[in-house]
């Protein structure tokens, strides 16, 4: 029988990666954003209709948060001790939960932490958990993402 | 329209969209995301991996189907949680691109915490994309 590495470290469950350095929203990348996901929402569009529903300014998409889980992402991905292959990767499932919406004008930084890894045959299963922090250290949003890797079959 | 919490059911629909998914909003999406993976816009990288054809990012699929619950409740910033997952890929055709149906019904309502959660449901070419797929909308 031939011997299969794990094709993710399993000793990297549990680990947290420093917080990324500030991400500041711009009002023009959630238009951008808003396009792209064809939303039609006035307040992420126009900041008018944002402020007139009680905001300080345009509102982000809802899965706007992924452009800063992806900075933090892009660390794990880099660290060889988590030896992830990007071009086996998947992206399983996807979640974003909000303590307040993202707003132009936010600065953002994020955590991740290594929720888990399974192994499932060949494969693996890892959870990210990214939490996103304002200035002021306030939780704006737990994003977590579960990438298959696919190993060889 | 305003919508009143009260006068909601579970079951009840809150309409759907169609989207045309084509190469340019692969390109527009990766630009605006920052994903430049490119099996989600050359033919030849995605045949090389043994994908069925270039794919539509899976974050795309996702950024789209909650617009039917954003546009149902008028404010993207009342969308408190939404989760997904991606069941099947989305092939974008050179040409024709890809048409993605999504339609949304209530689920679940909390009349504890005055949330909704809307149920979507994600169709391209017959076949359901998205697994549960969730948004909770606070009221």
């Known amino acids: ?153 | 329209m305003t919508i009143k919490f009260e006068d909601l059911e579970v079951g009840q629909q809150i309409g759907g969209l169609e989207f045309l998914l084509t190469r340019d909003s692969l390109v527009r999406y990766a630009g605006a995301s920052g994903d430049f993976n490119s099996i989600h816009y050359r033919d030849d990288v995605a045949a090389a991996v043994g994908l069925p054809g270039v794919l539509a990012h899976g974050m795309l699929t996702m950024g789209v189907a909650v617009q039917v619950a954003v546009n149902w409740v008028g404010d993207s910033g009342r969308i408190a949680d939404y989760q997904v997952r991606f069941t099947k890929p989305v092939v974008v055709h050179p040409v024709d691109g890809a048409v993605l149906t999504v339609t949304g019904k209530i689920g679940a309502i909390d009349g504890e915490s005055r949330t909704v959660r809307v149920d979507l449901a994600a169709v391209y070419n017959e076949t359901a994309v998205l697994g549960k797929a969730q948004a909770v909308v606070r009221f």
């Open chain 1, 1 to 153: 029988m031939r011997q299969t590495r794990p094709v993710v470290n399993p000793n990297v469950q549990g680990k947290q990666y420093p917080a990324t350095a500030p991400y500041l929203v711009g009002r023009e990348k959630i238009r951008e954003f808003a396009h792209a996901v064809k939303s039609v929402s006035p307040v992420n569009l126009d900041l008018f209709a944002a402020q007139a529903a009680g905001y300080t300014d345009l509102v982000a998409p809802p899965t706007f948060a992924v452009v800063i889980q992806e900075r933090s992402l892009a660390t794990v991905l880099a660290d060889p001790e988590a030896a992830i292959d990007f071009s086996r990767v998947v992206h399983g499932d996807q979640r974003f939960s909000y303590v307040r919406p993202i707003v132009a004008g936010d600065e953002l930084t994020s955590v991740l932490t290594v929720a888990s890894v399974k192994t499932l045959g060949a494969h693996s299963m890892v959870t990210f958990e990214t939490e996103i922090f304002d200035i002021d250290q306030q939780l704006v949003c737990t994003a977590t993402s579960t990438l298959v890797v696919r190993g060889d079959e």
